[in-house]
């Protein structure tokens, strides 16, 4: 039931573009992505909520395509400090909240 | 305010031992959730709690696994008779639903190793 995430891995050299794809089977109600660092917890970016819908967050942005029930991470000139893996969850049923299995992003020097 | 607050941080356990692992939401998140991280992987999703209400526990692993929340605030998670396959870092998150407009908050896990 879980969202699925593409590409599993990417790596990046500072300044350059990346997206993240997050696509569900059923009906979306809400996107959420998050970033986790390595030995800590999941942190929160964003939540997206209509169709079309596109939210920013530095140069960070993300859009949610209802009807497609699909959602896109764009990380934008990335930094070193995007380096992580970030999950986008999903809430199904109203009481179930599934993340995908996440995308672990390099960013190097 | 404070955070959401997992105790223990780390617990090592022999094979076969029962352990509790607690988490203290956010003072006003009616909603609590637990996951499982395997090292390396995904959230896998265990329970969801509205309240002290889980109405569906289907997402635990086996019948070993327990959860319960009282006063609509600390939950503990019960593992009984542990196995190595049980290690792994235990999280728990809060939100104040609805889930279209809250995030959820995690907290810092319990980093669980069965020997």
């Known amino acids: 039931q879980q969202p699925v995430q593409s590409p599993q891995a990417v790596i990046l050299r500072e300044g350059e573009d990346a997206v993240i794809n997050c696509s569900s089977s059923?009906?979306?109600?809400?996107v959420h992505w998050y970033r986790q660092k390595h030995g800590e917890a999941p942190v929160f970016l964003m939540i997206?909520?209509?169709?079309?819908e596109q939210k920013g967050h530095d140069k960070i942005s993300a859009s949610f395509n209802e009807k497609k029930q699909q959602s896109s991470l764009y990380l934008t000139a990335s930094q070193l400090s995007y380096s992580g893996t970030y999950f986008c969850?999903?809430?199904?049923?109203?009481?179930?909240?599934?993340f995908g299995s996440g995308t672990k992003l390099n960013v190097k020097p | 305010g404070a955070g959401v607050s997992q105790s223990p941080s780390n617990k090592v356990t022999e094979k076969g031992k029962d352990v509790e692992l607690r988490c203290d939401p956010i003072?006003?998140?009616?909603?609590l959730y637990w996951y499982r991280q395997s090292l390396g992987q995904g959230l896998e999703f265990l329970i969801y709690?509205?309240?002290?209400?889980?109405?569906?526990k289907s997402g635990l692993p086996s019948d070993r696994f327990s959860a319960e929340r009282t006063g609509g605030s600390v939950s503990t998670l019960t593992i009984q008779r542990t196995q190595q396959e049980d290690s792994a870092v235990y999280l728990c998150?809060?939100?104040?639903?609805?889930?279209?407009?809250?995030?959820?908050?995690f907290g810092n896990g319990t980093r669980l190793t069965v020997t």
């Open positions: 059923k009906a979306l109600y809400s």
């Open positions: 969850g999903t809430e199904y049923n109203f009481n179930k909240f599934y």
């Open positions: 709690f509205q309240g002290n209400s889980a109405p569906d």
């Open positions: 997206l909520l209509k169709g079309g």
């Open positions: 003072s006003g998140h009616t909603a």
């Open positions: 998150a809060s939100s104040r639903p609805p889930l279209n407009n809250s995030p959820l908050h």
